[in-house]
């Protein structure tokens, strides 16, 4: 069975602290690794894509890096506004649909 | 680009009453649009697929007569919760496929659906 489990279920960070974020998938046929930024109460932002092992994106604060069986979400230097609940997310096979993971809350204190 | 609208952004009805949720990509035609569901400190749940002109696919476990999707266009597809009960309260988000290599799928702002 397709599971994706991201930890820590919360962080709680300084400003200006870095910390990365994990999401291991158990997948067959990975066609696809999604990370969202959701607020409260908002539906999720799209941030990268990732597809295969190796590969690395970079936005702003945000990497995004992808092994064969984790991806890891690097929070560079926080800020208070990158307070957000963080989902991964995966495509596999054929099917559009998308399996996210239950999400990693960032609380960045100023 | 990539924008997905939903209407309303909230709703609080009646138990046993029906209410429409629509979801509309304004600057992309959307083929596949998706439903999902979300209760409070949880995940996306996600509850059907639908593909323009088509019939819904509906992932197990959900209802398909109490929660109809229709997809009627390329850039509307719309979720009507019917003879709603308390417990069909949650918070449901629409997002959508436009087709191409890169999968991204966009998502809308949320529909908050309360029932009393």
């Known amino acids: 069975e397709d599971q994706v489990t991201q930890s820590p279920e919360a962080l709680r960070l300084q400003e200006g602290e870095s910390s990365s974020l994990n999401c291991s998938y158990t997948?067959?046929?990975?066609?696809?690794l999604f990370w969202y930024r959701q607020d409260p109460g908002k539906g999720p932002e799209f941030l990268f894509t990732?597809?295969?092992a190796g590969e690395e994106k970079e936005k702003e604060r945000l990497k995004a890096t992808l092994t064969k069986k984790e991806s890891f979400l690097h929070i560079t230097a926080p800020k208070p506004e990158d307070s957000a609940t963080y989902l991964c997310?995966?495509?596999?096979?054929?099917?559009?649909?998308?399996?996210f993971g239950a999400g990693t809350t960032v609380t960045v204190r100023a | 680009g990539a924008v997905v609208s939903q209407h309303p952004s909230w709703v609080i009805c009646k138990s046993g009453t029906s209410v429409k949720i629509e979801c509309r990509s304004l600057?992309?035609?959307?083929?596949?649009m998706f439903w999902y569901r979300q209760f409070p400190k949880q995940s996306l749940m996600l509850m059907a697929t639908?593909?323009?002109?088509?019939?819904?696919?509906?992932e197990q476990g959900v209802e398909k007569d109490k929660f109809l999707i229709n997809h009627a266009s390329l850039t509307l597809s719309t979720l009507t919760v019917t003879s709603a009960h308390p417990e069909d309260s949650s918070f449901y988000i629409c997002s959508a496929f436009g087709g191409g290599s890169s999968y991204e799928q966009y998502f809308g702002p949320g529909t908050r659906l309360t029932v009393t």
């Open positions: 997310a995966v495509r596999v096979r054929n099917d559009y649909k998308l399996s």
């Open positions: 997948v067959s046929g990975l066609r696809g």
């Open positions: 639908s593909n323009e002109g088509s019939k819904a696919t509906y």
């Open positions: 990732l597809y295969s």
């Open positions: 600057d992309f035609q959307a083929t596949t």
